[in-house]
């Protein structure tokens, strides 16, 4: 059965690790989270046995994948979703070189027929959804025909959910962080698509950083997925979650620490580092007074302090907020 993608995380290599998901968690109990992007290569030769590791409570997850080898992939799929992944997405969207020398990412727009190829192996082989996380087109190859061409392919394979990053991708000469802001967001990509495939799941992703923005995607698409506005302010999830229609949540910023808290003390008797630990709650208190001191707290203890969880309840007095009483 498909998920409800009305909200969700957008996958971040290096952000949105199983930490950072479980924190999201906390926030909002029905987001939907993304993994990083694992390639096949890392998945299939790889040494670690934690590739696949995540905590019950991040359902409902997304495994998100990176290839073109049809085989591989279905071979990956088949492990995603024995690991008990929910659906699983292929990444139509990265630029970077590393990406486009193994044949992968945002240069697949160009092969269309190679992506519905993965999408028909990966389905034989399990029974989760696949879905796409595309641009809306490459380098010069980049008008709506294009764009629905690549859709109608993967769409007639079998692919019911489209993720829309909706900028293209500039496959020579800017660096994936350019590739985010440089070229112009176009909106009307989607909304098209979504016109012209009512049945499809539509999603939008890019520039969504507030919850009037999102409201006003949801007029024409099935879901929004933020990126960077929720790594920077992660209680904008919040904010959307009780504005978009799902059970409103009543724990506060302390509610959510404590409980995050307790998380990392468990990790670090695994042998987590807290310096990786406390990376997706630095933005907790964004706009609070203390904010960045809580920030500069934080990134220059826990490295010095690699064990000592007392760290975060001394970040937190340097934030000027008393957390509301709810009884
Ligand atoms: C640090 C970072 C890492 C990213 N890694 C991935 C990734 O692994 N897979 C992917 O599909 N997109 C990745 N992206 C792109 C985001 O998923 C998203 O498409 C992009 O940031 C636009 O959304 P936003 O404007 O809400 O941030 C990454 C973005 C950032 C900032």
């Not at 987001?31 to 590739?51: F, K, P």
């Not at 099935?222 to 992660?234: H, Y």
Request: proline share 5%; hydrophobic share 40%; glycine share 6%.
């Amino acid at each position: 059965m498909s998920l409800n993608h009305r909200l969700s995380v957008a996958p971040m290599l290096d952000w949105t690790d199983r930490h950072c998901r479980y924190f999201h968690r906390l926030i909002s109990p029905n987001i939907v989270l993304y993994t990083e992007m694992l390639t096949t290569g890392a998945l299939l030769n790889s040494e670690r046995t934690d590739l696949l590791a995540y905590d019950q409570s991040e359902h409902p997850l997304v495994i998100q994948l990176g290839g073109s080898n049809p085989e591989e992939l279905a071979v990956c799929a088949k492990m995603a979703e024995d690991a008990g992944f929910d659906e699983i997405n292929i990444n139509i969207g990265c630029p970077s070189d590393r990406v486009q020398s193994g044949r992968f990412g945002a240069c697949l727009m160009r092969e269309p027929e190679l992506v519905a190829e993965c999408v028909k192996k990966m389905q034989q082989a399990v029974s989760i959804p696949i879905t796409l996380k595309t641009r809306i087109g490459v380098d010069d190859e980049a008008d709506y025909d294009f764009f629905k061409r690549f859709v109608t392919i993967n769409r007639d394979a079998g692919c019911e959910t489209f993720i829309v990053h909706a900028r293209k991708a500039l496959l020579k000469g800017l660096s994936p962080k350019q590739n985010r802001t440089i070229p112009p967001l176009l909106y009307h990509f989607p909304e098209q698509l979504k016109a012209d495939f009512p049945d499809l799941t539509v999603v939008v992703n890019g520039g969504i950083d507030t919850v009037q923005k999102a409201q006003n995607h949801l007029q024409y698409a099935d879901g929004v997925m933020i990126g960077r506005a929720f790594w920077n302010a992660p209680w904008l999830i919040r904010d959307m979650h009780n504005a978009l229609g799902f059970q409103p949540q009543q724990t506060n910023h302390d509610d959510i620490l404590y409980a995050y808290q307790d998380y990392c003390a468990r990790m670090l008797t695994q042998g987590a580092n807290l310096h990786w630990l406390i990376r997706p709650i630095l933005g907790l208190f964004h706009g609070f007074p203390g904010s960045k001191k809580w920030k500069s707290y934080l990134v220059t203890e826990a490295p010095k302090r690699k064990n000592d969880i007392r760290v975060l309840s001394e970040a937190r007095t340097l934030i000027n907020y008393v957390s509301e009483n709810r009884s």
